[in-house]
């Protein structure tokens, strides 16, 4: 019964989300306009946590820059959700004006020596339109990500709908090994992204770093992993060139992950999400309650 009633929501879920995406862009930017206007003064979503953190990262801003920085996220979380559910029926043409790429000759060169390329990706910009990183792309090299399942099984479902448009690889967290193993295997050239922000389980907490000022629990998976099969390692620093529209830079960090000291490349990546976020601020996910784990605190699961 329970199987019926999530299939059930997701069905009407994604017949209301396809018939919105129909409507064009510039009726899109509208409803977002409305709904910064609900999300920020009559709901107050997450407000006490985007204040926290901005008070915590910002130390040296005044009250004024970080209340306008906070104005300015919430305006781009809006169009954030509105441009997602328009992605549902964008076409390819219109998707690859709004997301752009640059330094795939870069990579090239990079398979020319390794069958594996991994990007460290955050939650900055618009990081759902990444995916349509397939389409610019030989059919040859796999474009694949890693993802965590939704709570909501009709959410989880509609998003992994939106994701599969690009023909790309959707792994989940927990199967990520045994997947990009298999490319190893069978020398699939394959391009993977990892979004490496989140806050980690405790039981995954084996490094801490000074990000944005503050004491920071890390993931060090991407590492570790791209050592196991010796990829090669890209930051994708990503652009808000205007409204609706990205670009996405590929910077290589290491063309041998195994000649890497432990711990490196997960220092690099913050240490370059950290300047990409300090010089556009308002783009990166400030409702997360990224430092909600304190070292000090005893493990809670």
């Not at 193993?181 to 050239?189: A, F, M, Q």
């Not at 601020?281 to 909600?292: E, M």
């Amino acid at each position: 019964m329970k199987a019926f009633i999530n299939k059930l929501q997701f069905y009407l879920l994604y017949g209301i989300v396809f018939i919105c995406s129909l409507q064009p862009m510039w009726l899109h930017y509208i409803y977002s306009d409305i709904l910064y206007f609900i999300i920020r003064y009559i709901v107050g979503y997450r407000k006490r946590i985007v204040r926290k953190n901005l008070r915590s990262s910002f130390p040296e801003k005044t009250d004024r820059e970080r209340k306008e920085i906070e104005k300015r996220f919430y305006a781009f979380f809006c169009d954030y959700i509105v441009e997602n559910i328009k992605l549902l029926t964008m076409r390819k043409k219109n998707i690859m004006k709004r997301m752009t790429f640059e330094g795939l000759e870069e990579i090239d060169k990079s398979f020319r020596e390794h069958d594996l390329v991994f990007i460290y990706l955050g939650h900055y910009c618009n990081w759902e339109y990444v995916a349509s990183l397939q389409w610019w792309v030989p059919k040859e090299i796999h474009c694949a990500q890693l993802y965590s399942n939704l709570k909501s099984y009709a959410f989880d479902q509609l998003f992994l709908k939106i994701r599969s448009r690009y023909g790309g690889d959707n792994i989940k967290k927990n199967e990520s090994i045994r997947h990009i193993v298999t490319y190893k295997e069978h020398h699939e050239k394959a391009i993977i992204g990892f979004i490496s922000d989140q806050t980690p389980r405790w039981i995954n907490i084996h490094k801490w770093l000074n990000f944005l000022h503050q004491d920071t629990p890390v993931f060090t998976g991407t590492e570790r992993i791209a050592k196991k099969v010796n990829a090669a390692v890209y930051y994708g620093e990503m652009t808000r060139t205007r409204r609706g529209y990205y670009h996405c830079t590929f910077k290589l960090m290491t063309n041998d992950a195994c000649s890497t000291k432990d711990e490196e490349l997960t220092t690099q990546y913050m240490h370059l999400l950290e300047e990409n976020i300090q010089r556009e601020p308002a783009y990166w996910l400030w409702t997360h309650n990224r430092w909600k784990r304190q070292r000090q605190q005893k493990p809670e699961e």
